[in-house]
């Protein structure tokens, strides 16, 4: 059974890499492309799974990207609505990365506990 799980943990791990690196590739052809460009939607999706996953600190580093996105939809779009619509979701990732920050800092307490 513990193999089982392992295997597991390691399928999942692979897929939330590969999601991550192409997420990254989006971002970086984007300059060229507009249209690969990188949603604050899709890095908080991506933030929501690795913290589900106990990838903390992947999970932490989606929660800047998604916050980097937002600056630059800020920058590029002023309207009323779209400003609320940012801050709502400023305050989201923003909690989703202190909770991926706490507990990847639990965690190596425990380690470091164990150890």
Known sequence: ILVVILLTLQRLQSCLALRYEGLLLRENKSTSCQWLQVSYVEWLSFAEHCLESGFYAIAN???ENALSCLQ??????????????????TEKINKLKNRALLSASSHSGMFYILR
């Open 61 to 63: 580093k989606a929660c």
């Open 72 to 89: 630059k939809n800020d920058i590029a779009d002023s309207r009323t609505d779209q400003v609320f619509e940012n801050l709502r979701a």
